[in-house]
């Protein structure tokens, strides 16, 4: 009866002293998406209201220059365009459903242009981080291309992504931090009615 005892105790102690696999084991990497829609103020609010997306990041991307600043960016002087990086969870949105969510949030019948604001810096592109990302991009763009209600062509890239720079603090979540300022800017820019003629009651979902 000791020994029975003894020996119990020890697989006790044994499982007390296990480390529990499910605590230990690293959280999965959120997937990453990249997108350029013009301001990045006004990319950020569509994507945060989706469930299974965990953050976005205001930033810049397709220039040369390293740690570019806003006004350089602004200026036109690195190449680069202001795009909003998204990090996601793909068991709770799909890539497919962030790509519905892009077009639906920009005019992709201009070139270096959104609405208001003009020059490369505003341009309008898809930024693909994997194979299978170009793959989903490629099929949404011909799918749109065969149903978009609008009549002009469809005139956004899809690129492969290069270094992504985040923005200023001051940028990040600003519709957010500055409510009423960006609601003025994104009225006076004429974003909604825009979005609202390419898309009708589609805009901006």
Known sequence: MTRILAALAAL??????????????????????TFAGGCFWCMEPPFDKLPGVISTTSGYMGGKKRYPTYEEVSAGWTGHTEVVQV???????????????????????????????????????????????????????????????????IVTPIQLAGEFWPAEDYHQDYYLKNPVRYGYYRTGCGRDARLKQLWGADAGK
């Open 87 to 153: 990090a996601y969870d793909p068991a709770k949105v799909s890539y497919d459903k962030l790509l519905e969510v892009f077009w639906r949030n920009i005019d992709p019948t201009v070139k270096d242009k959104q609405f208001c604001d003009e020059g490369s810096q505003y341009r309008t592109a898809i930024f693909v981080h994997d194979d299978s990302q170009l793959k989903a991009a490629e099929a949404s763009k011909a799918a749109l291309d065969k149903t978009k209600p609008f009549k002009d062509a």
């Open 12 to 33: 006790l102690l044994c499982a007390l002293a296990a480390p529990d696999a499910a605590a230990q084991a690293p959280a999965p990497k959120p997937a990453v998406a």
